[in-house]
């Protein structure tokens, strides 16, 4: 092999590769990135055998093909600190040589046939979507997941496709986040009955990969695994075992319910507020609608109490629910400042529901009245 590069272009898809690689592994060889250079272009791929990704990388001028793995430490640590514009690799099989302008690099080389495969996109069923909306669906929905308890199925977003398009859900049993979108089906892809439950993990390499890409991006669920296309970069992750609970038996039923339009920015800044003298102990805030205004009382014992006033529009009778700050906030932070959303009320005992206009919905589950966490 014998190629040039453009150091800046390689070094963001090698840092991506490289972050899918464990940290620990009985397999030394998924410790390393492979560069796979062809007439068609060059390719780098990561993996830790669940999860793994092959991104295309422009900027390469390649005279002679072949494939090699790179060791990520040191390969990561040459990209960052050489000042070069352009680099060479160079390799005759046993080591690998790096050159910059006023620098040069040598280490050994390890046999590239012990990487595993990673697997191209070739499905001809599949959903096509917007990235930006795939990246807003990741962000809306992963921190509501379940990562500390031993039930795996929440440990991870439920994609549910359909011919009219995508719902994307997360819970942890206490809060569930949904969003809603379309997307075009092709081929007659769908999931059906198919727990399509995606790693936390593979989905926040997603939304990393899709950072630049303004396009449209294909997906297809099997019963075993998920794979992704988004222009240069393809990924491909195992899917989590289990059953996931029907959420839609989580959303209450609506009718009888009082509905407050809200502003994010200003009640994002109030429930920050009340939070303040909130414990581990005491995390509750007690949310009082009504009059004219929204109430927020935190009591932390110890800590002190708070006391925050906001107008709103509702002025009917006054609903109060006590709930944890730190899921208000989690919705809120994934929400634009300047816009504005639904929250649904019954009573103290009833979960809230908070919707958005672009197919977002959250439920968050309310605390006892006596403030335990």
């Not at 490289?18 to 791929?45: C, D, H, W």
């Not at 040589?97 to 495969?117: A, K, L």
């Not at 049993?173 to 092709?186: D, F, I, N, T, Y």
């Not at 593979?202 to 890409?213: G, H, P, S, V």
């Amino acid at each position: 092999m014998k190629l040039q590069c453009e150091r800046e272009k390689l070094l963001h898809a090698f840092q991506t590769a490289a972050s899918v690689a464990p940290a620990r592994s009985t397999k030394p060889i998924l410790q390393n990135v492979k560069l796979e250079a062809t007439e068609a272009g060059a390719t780098v791929m990561g993996t830790d055998l669940e999860i793994s990704i092959r991104i295309e990388v422009p900027g390469f001028e390649i005279s002679a093909p072949g494939t090699i793995v790179l060791p990520i430490s040191r390969f990561s640590s040459i990209l960052r600190e050489s000042s070069d514009a352009k680099l060479s690799i160079q390799s005759d099989g046993r080591s690998i040589t790096v050159r910059g302008q006023q620098s040069e690099f040598h280490f050994p080389s390890e046999n590239p046939d012990e990487f595993p495969t990673v697997p191209v996109f070739e499905a001809e069923k599949y959903h096509e979507l917007p990235a930006r909306f795939f990246r807003e669906l990741v962000r809306r929905t992963v921190f509501a997941t379940e990562t500390e308890s031993g039930r795996y199925a929440l440990g991870g977003v439920l994609l549910e496709l359909t011919a009219k398009g995508i719902t994307g859900v997360a819970t942890d049993g206490r809060r569930l986040a949904r969003q809603e979108g379309p997307a075009k089906s092709v081929g007659g892809h769908e999931t059906g009955d198919t727990m399509t439950i995606v790693p936390v993990r593979a989905m926040q390499l997603i939304e990393r990969a899709l950072a630049d890409n303004e396009g449209d991006i294909q997906l297809t669920a099997g019963p075993n695994d998920v794979r992704i296309k988004s222009g240069r970069a393809t990924i491909n992750s195992q899917l989590v075992e289990g059953r996931y609970p029907k959420w839609q038996d989580v959303f209450p039923r609506r009718e009888d319910m009082i509905k407050v339009e809200l502003a994010v920015g200003p009640f994002h800044a109030a429930v920050r507020q009340a939070a303040i003298v909130t414990s581990a102990e005491r995390r509750g805030v007690d949310f009082t609608f009504g009059e004219g205004k929204v109430v927020l009382a935190g009591h932390g014992a110890e800590m002190g109490e708070s006391h925050v006033e906001m107008p709103i529009a509702y002025d009917g009778e006054p609903v109060a629910i006590t709930l944890d700050p730190r899921y208000v906030a989690d919705f809120l932070r994934v929400l634009d400042p300047e816009q504005t959303f639904t929250m649904e009320l019954r009573s103290a005992e009833s979960a809230g529901v908070c919707t958005t206009e672009d197919g977002y919905g959250y439920v968050i589950m309310p605390l006892a009245r006596d403030q335990k966490p």
